[in-house]
């Protein structure tokens, strides 16, 4: 079974460039979440979709940074302008919550890992 | 405070020995627990869920505390390739996942 799918792998940009990182997530996971990670902050949820819908983006950083989930199998992070503080590895995950009581976990992807220069 | 916190360590072992790493959640809402590892450079693995009688997977067992808010992870005769970093998850709410920093393990030859 193909899972959380991520692209691109690695992104190196100048600072002030739009960046686009994409996420395929599990089919038939109705939730997803991004991620970014860094050595200092750890792992910190930016934002998540339940059905297509952003439920909680407390974490997104600033106005620089937007998702979006057009449909059930496609999500896009975009941070424009970035900027060197922006370098981390970013990653998408998915879950299904539907479903009785078990609690299903997160499966991420590969991760995409950023250097802004 | 942090939802969840963990030792980042390290801790090194030798092969064969056991080691255990505990974590505590703050917030007594928090439902379900699971442990992830993460290698280096690597997106985090399912490593197990948690549940409230404690469970085992080979040489792995995880246990939870609710009273004291804590959860723990047990690995008995390490192997090399236990060498990571384990992250300790707290869910609560239908999609609200908090993720410790992780407890980097090292076992050595």
């Known amino acids: 079974d193909a899972g959380v799918i991520q692209s691109p792998r690695h992104e190196v940009t100048e600072m002030g460039q739009e960046v686009t990182l994409r996420c395929k997530p599990i089919?038939?996971?109705?939730?997803l979440f991004w991620y970014r990670q860094t050595m200092m902050r750890g792992l910190e949820l930016l934002i998540y979709f339940n059905n297509n819908v952003p439920i909680d983006d407390s974490g997104m950083p600033e106005d620089r940074f937007s998702a979006k989930m057009p449909n059930a199998s496609f999500s896009t992070l975009k941070i424009q302008p970035s900027e060197p503080r922006d370098s981390a590895v970013y990653f998408c995950?998915?879950?299904?919550?539907?479903?009785?009581?078990?609690?299903?976990?997160?499966?991420f992807g590969d991760g995409t890992r950023l250097s802004i220069l | 405070r942090k939802e969840v916190e963990q030792d980042p360590g390290p801790f090194n072992v030798p092969e064969g020995a056991t080691v255990a790493f505990n974590c505590t959640y703050s917030?007594?809402?928090?439902?379900?627990f699971f442990w992830y590892r993460q290698d280096c450079r690597k997106e985090p693995k399912l490593l197990m869920s948690v549940y409230s009688s404690g469970n085992e997977d080979g040489r792995f067992t995880a246990q939870l505390n609710r009273a004291s808010q804590y959860i723990s992870l047990l690995i008995r005769d390490s192997k090399l390739s236990d060498s990571a970093t384990y992250l300790c998850v707290a869910k609560r709410g239908s999609n609200q996942f908090y993720f410790g920093t992780g407890t980097s393990l090292t076992v050595i030859p």
């Open positions: 917030n007594s809402a928090s439902q379900s």
């Open positions: 089919s038939g996971h109705n939730s």
């Open positions: 995950a998915s879950r299904s919550n539907r479903g009785p009581l078990v609690s299903q976990p997160q499966h």
